[in-house]
């Protein structure tokens, strides 16, 4: 069964990378996009958690402590079950000759290191279409909530949900991790990004309007708020 399919449409991604700080990244950059994301910082780590539950896509650093990313990739390719396993090469090296050999040991697309990260979102999008393995972006649900990311269009119960660009963007986040309490910082940073500045209480502001937006009369109020701590999409109870 597709990873995807048992993470309730939402495709997988394994990141293989030794580097923290380009880890702590890449995962909130795969997130925010609606990916599930798994980590592994070493190749013996990454053949591991492939075998204990094959991921959507294997993003791969070719320097690694102990197995390099090529020999996780001759390894995968080896393996029935992970022959087709669709997987990009992360690496420093910048020759020609390293994307050929990245190639030919199976890795199905190759980037190299500074990238951007909309680039490789780009490619990871593509090779998910061409693999089947699922749309990035569709419909998300929780309870009696649908959101449609393509058409870009709310509703709870059916009844269509007029939001502004920021609190459909804030629902979207909280979509994609339902139950889950986050800061205000955190929000922030998923909304509005890390490099604007926006003071925190602004938060409040937007959640006072996306509760009036999607709260009906009768409805339960599904925004909830957590005492020194954050909001979180979750009912009290």
Request: aromatic letters at 4%.
């Amino acid at each position: 069964m597709s990873a995807a399919l048992e993470s309730g449409g939402r495709p997988t991604i394994l990141v293989v990378e030794d580097e923290a700080p380009l880890l702590t990244l890449l995962r909130y950059n795969l997130e925010r996009q609606g990916f599930r994301v798994e980590e592994a910082a070493d190749g013996q780590e990454a053949l591991l958690r492939v075998a204990e539950g094959r991921p959507d896509l294997v993003l791969l650093d070719w320097m690694l402590p102990a197995l390099s990313g090529l020999e996780v990739c001759r390894q995968l390719r080896r393996r029935p079950n992970t022959r087709d396993l669709p997987i990009i090469m992360v690496t420093a090296r910048t020759e020609d000759q390293d994307a050929v050999r990245a190639l030919d040991t199976g890795a199905d697309d190759y980037i190299a290191k500074p990238f951007a990260i909309d680039a490789l979102l780009a490619r990871i999008r593509a090779l998910l279409r061409r693999t089947g393995a699922g749309p990035v972006r569709g419909v998300l649900s929780w309870r009696d909530l649908a959101m449609d990311q393509d058409a870009h269009r709310v509703t709870r119960n059916g009844r269509a949900l007029h939001l502004g660009p920021t609190e459909y963007r804030m629902l979207e986040f909280l979509m994609q991790h339902p139950g889950r309490v986050f800061s205000r910082e955190q929000v922030l940073d998923a909304v509005w990004g890390r490099d604007i500045h926006v003071e925190p209480r602004t938060v409040d502001v937007h959640v006072r309007r996306l509760r009036k937006a999607v709260n009906g009369p009768g409805e339960e109020d599904i925004i909830r708020t957590v005492r020194s701590a954050g909001y979180a999409l979750d009912v009290e109870g």
